[in-house]
């Protein structure tokens, strides 16, 4: 039970249903009670889908390991190993992680980094020419 200046509110979870219920305190003793459930499903269908960041508004989706054998055996991407050290000089430390994506109709390395002081960072360059994009 809570208070709230001047009602306690109590909650009640069933099998079925959660149930919120107030009480009055000095004024009327009757307790209403409102079903939580179509809050909950209005809150979910009020909520935006997809979430899209607003300084990235193009998103990015990463190849399989087949089509990152193709798209570097093509030339239109720089090697795995030149992207690593791409990003080792921009984010110092150990490299966890490549993946090569599609951003829009360009190729993105994604590097994440351990940086030495522990902190993680993640790199993302071009996939052309191995320019720095971002660094988070």
């Not at 149930?19 to 179509?38: A, K, L, Q, T, W």
């Amino acid at each position: 039970m809570t208070w709230t200046g001047g009602d306690y509110v109590t909650y009640s979870a069933s099998m079925h249903a959660m149930v919120f219920m107030v009480c009055s305190v000095g004024r009327d003793y009757r307790m209403s009670m409102m079903p939580v459930e179509p809050i909950f499903a209005l809150a979910l269908l009020a909520a935006p889908l997809p979430i899209v960041r607003v300084d990235d508004p193009t998103p990015i989706s990463c190849l399989s390991a087949e089509e990152m054998r193709d798209a570097i055996a093509d030339g239109r991407v720089i090697q795995p190993a030149q992207a690593s050290r791409h990003a080792r000089n921009a984010a110092p430390g150990e490299v966890l992680r490549i993946r090569l994506c599609r951003q829009g109709d360009e190729y993105v390395y994604v590097i994440t980094t351990l940086k030495r002081d522990g902190r993680v960072a993640r790199v993302t360059l071009e996939g052309q020419s191995g320019k720095v994009a971002t660094i988070r």
